[in-house]
């Protein structure tokens, strides 16, 4: 009997039909039955959020004519990669495009995240369905899952939560079937479906997450996200050029660091794995025969980590001064909260003084403007756009000294294993 595997393959495996084509041989040495949890191709979903945007604000002309774009993009990389586009292909894509193009027309009328959503949703689509013709062809004994059938949500579009009850029932009777017939499943990462049957996407390169999902609740024997990078390393190595691969890492340590905004993984894929002790390895699909990193329960050993630096731009330092003298109280903690619970803004580093409150805040999709409108009623209020969060865990002072002289340290927070700062480095007179 094979062991169940979750494969995860994200746009930049897919950005061209040659560097598809390297997944093939990656899926042709797997050991086990292998669910390939597939993003949309190379930067699609940036295209699609363009298409909406404008769509949004009027230009329906423009968002048209980019759709018809990026539609002929997927039937022309679709006969790249099979040599010919085969007629239930075409049908399939020609219907995907059909229906965004009728959508754009009515978009008027629908809620922006909702529309976002309905969207958004087809990149993956797209991709899957070449994807499953190609495999099709080449490896047969092939199954394509629409994923909307699968991971069951509330209706926040854009930022669902996932019913991981209804989820697992879905899994049971969608994909373990499928698995039971065939060797290859493929599905798509990123999207979801709400109780009353509207698509929903889980945030930008939610793919990973949803290959945590399918990989505890299946429960499979691995995930492993293949990737353009050899392993996770302990920084970007764009940014610094010594940088080194950490080999083996604890949930707890990858945790910390997707939350900080390492951009390997995204930062809601390792509870599910934890809670189902399921090993995550990141691979790089270029070079199978790098190491990569596992991602593992490791208790009882202690690992000796490099200072890990996680760079999390476009963030938002906002203080907050009591009008009259009174001090930053429980009282005013918990009202401070609320505004940016209320308003969707993620906090990701917080400090008080007697009358000041300072929060370093992450918009995400969410804009900034309801949230200063709601703390202005009470507060005086000094904010600055497009800082970055820098993180180090690990610290050594002269990491340390390294990243303070970048730019104007405007807060700054230690404790026993993190260092923290908030960083204005945009160049003066700006
Ligand atoms: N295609 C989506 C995005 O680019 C999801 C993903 O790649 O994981 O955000
Ligand atoms: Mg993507």
Known sequence: MFSKIVYKFGGASTATPQRAKAILPILRQ???????????????????????????MGDIDYAQTQMLQLHRFHTQYASALLGEINTPLQEQLEAYYRYISDYL????????????????????????QIFAAFLLQQLESTAWIDARKVIATNSIYRDPEVDEDATRNNINQYIVPAMQTHRWVI????????PNGKSVTLGREGSDYTAALMAALLPAASLTIW????????ADPK???DAER?????????????????????????????????PLYIKCFEDVELPGTSVQNISGTTIAYPPIIIHKPNQVLIQATTRNFSFITEYHLSR???CFYNTHIKITLMQNSAINFVACADPGAHPIEPLIALLEKEYKILINTGVELITVRYPKPEVIDQIAAKGKVLLKQETRKTWQAVIDNTPPNK
């Open 30 to 56: 797997a050991d086990g039955q292998v669910l390939i949890v597939m993003s949309a191709i190379g930067k699609t979903t940036n295209a699609l959020e363009s298409i909406v945007n404008a769509a949004v």
């Open 239 to 241: 940014r610094y050029p």
């Open 246 to 278: 950490i080999p083996l890492i604890a949930y707890s340590e990858a945790i910390e660091m997707a939350y900080y905004g390492a951009q390997v993984i995204h930062p809601k894929t390792i509870k599910p794995l934890y809670n189902n002790d399921i």
């Open 336 to 338: 401070l909260y609320e």
């Open 227 to 234: 990737k353009d990078v050899p392993a996770l390393m302990n």
């Open 105 to 128: 027309y009515k978009i008027e009328h629908v809620h922006v995240n909702e529309a976002y959503d309905q969207i958004v949703c087809y990149g993956e689509l797209y991709s899957t």
């Open 187 to 194: 599905t798509q990462g990123f999207i979801g479906n709400t």
